[in-house]
Structures are given as structure tokens and as C-alpha cells.
């Protein structure tokens, strides 16, 4: 095993190249396949980027955690807030991995108005300057009548750019049942 292997994890996860990566992040692939052959370690700053990018956070690029998000850690607090609110909106039940793999996920047609919610929910407490026509062209129509799905599709990296607002909508929903239960309690 090489010194930087859980980025190669997180490329190949999301169908992605290291080329692909360097475009991405305005690292060189230089500096990306170094990494790979243990010749060198990202700097402080390309790492930040990196996490940034694929939503993860440091710790979990070098491998000192097998945990990927920061938030993972509020999992039984999610779970008890969630649990109770059929407002929450959970990403593992309305992303799905298509029966052909021409794309990489796709969310179905019924979902559509929950991917809205993420967004006005992300953008209302995070003060986003991501517009909606924005957050609108990451996604494309899907329809594949063989294995009746439909709905709107998501390229991997267009997954890792939804993520994001997804995780920022997280956060603010979090913050926000946090703040009702000490209310409450």
C-alpha cells in the first residue's frame, strides 16, 4: 500500500480519473501521481482542497479515520432527530445506482421535490451564492423504460457538487433541531 491510497479509494468510488481530479481542483497530476508512488505528501492546502472536493474530511484522506464526515459523528443525534420527523430528508433513500451503468446515480421522479428542499434549505442557511439555474444543470433527465426508472440523473462528479449542498443542508438542519430540543428541553 502506498502513502496516499484513499484518495485513489474515493476516485475509483465515484468513477472518477486522477486526470479528472487535477481539472477539477487545479492540482497538478503531477502532484496527484507522486502521491500515489509515496515520492511526496499533498501540502496542507492541496489536502484542504481535496476534502473539500469530495466532501470528506482530512483525517479520513490520511487515514486516520474510517470515518469520512465530521457530521458522522452526531449519527445517533441525526437518528433520534430523524426519527421523529418525516420532514428529514435522508440521501442514502432517494439516491439510487442505475441497472445500466451509464451513469453514475439517479434520483427518482417522485424525489424531485426533496431535492429542492436540500437546495432552498442549503442556500437559506449557508448563504450561498450557488443560484438555482446552477443547481438545476448539475442534473439530467433520466429514463430507462427496460428498467423503470425515472427521474434525474447525477455524473459522478455532478454527485460529489450535490453532496456538498446536501451536507450544508445537513448542518442546518441539524443546528435547527438542536436548537427546538433545548427549547424543549
Excluded at 1 to 15: C, P, S
Excluded at 48 to 55: E, R, S
Excluded at 163 to 172: C, E, G, P, S
Amino acid at each position: 500500500m502506498n502513502n496516499f491510497q484513499r484518495l485513489y479509494d474515493l476516485i475509483d468510488e465515484h468513477g472518477l480519473t486522477a486526470k479528472a481530479v487535477a481539472e477539477e481542483t487545479g492540482i497538478s497530476s503531477g502532484n496527484i501521481s507522486d502521491w500515489k508512488s509515496g515520492r511526496s505528501m499533498p501540502a496542507s492546502k492541496k489536502l484542504v482542497q481535496l476534502a473539500d472536493y469530495f466532501g470528506c474530511s482530512v483525517d479520513y484522506l490520511l487515514e486516520r479515520t474510517d470515518t469520512p464526515y465530521a457530521v458522522t459523528v452526531l449519527d445517533s443525534v441525526l437518528y433520534q432527530i430523524a426519527a421523529n420527523d418525516r420532514y428529514f430528508i435522508d440521501l442514502n433513500k432517494i439516491i439510487h445506482k442505475p441497472a445500466n451503468g451509464k451513469i453514475f446515480c439517479y434520483i427518482k421522479h417522485k424525489d424531485r421535490g426533496k431535492v429542492k428542499k436540500i437546495y432552498f434549505l442549503a442556500k437559506r442557511f449557508t448563504g450561498s451564492k450557488f443560484s438555482e439555474k446552477e443547481f438545476c444543470s448539475i442534473f439530467e433527465y433520466h429514463s430507462d423504460p427496460s428498467a423503470r426508472e425515472y427521474g434525474i440523473s447525477l455524473s459522478a462528479k455532478n454527485f460529489l457538487a450535490f453532496r456538498k449542498i446536501y451536507t450544508a443542508y445537513l448542518n442546518a438542519y441539524i443546528n435547527n433541531s438542536l436548537l427546538e430540543l433545548s427549547y424543549i428541553g
